[in-house]
């Protein structure tokens, strides 16, 4: 199952970028062998300023056709990541193609987006920069196809 990040705004070179990136190639490396991956990072830039309802428009261009939506969103469910490893497992096991996690703008996501969306998740009530919470996100990937492969990466 291929995975996908789909966020607003582009990550420039520095420590949040140097850290995505290594935790993009750790969850290759990982997931390949439990049918999980390649994971593409897709960013869009509403540079004309048209809100959430452009910023939705250029999201879904970067969604592909048929696959799991995630929203993350501060109202989405909250997990555990033994669980969110499970879930991921789930849609895989389940033939889906892809899975696509979608990370909105500074006002969040669009409401038709969010209604479209299969599972919305949340890494708590606080709010995170964008950038940490694409951090956040691929860190999550690979604990959960740590967990997956059995690795002592992730400790109870």
Known sequence: MRVHIC???????????ALIDDYITRFDRTGR????????????????????????????????KGAVIVVLDERGTLMSSPDFSDRLA?????????????????DGIAPGLRAQADFSLSFGKMVWPHMLARVMLSEQLYRAASILAGSPYHRV
């Open 7 to 17: 966020a607003v705004g582009r990550l420039r070179t520095g420590p949040e970028r």
């Open 33 to 64: 062998a439990l049918g999980l991956g390649p994971l593409a990072l897709h960013e869009v830039e509403d540079k004309k300023g048209g809100g959430m309802e452009a910023e939705a428009a250029l999201l879904e261009r970067v969604i592909p």
């Open 90 to 106: 789930g849609w895989r096991d389940a033939g889906r193609g892809d899975v696509a996690f979608v990370l909105g703008g500074a």
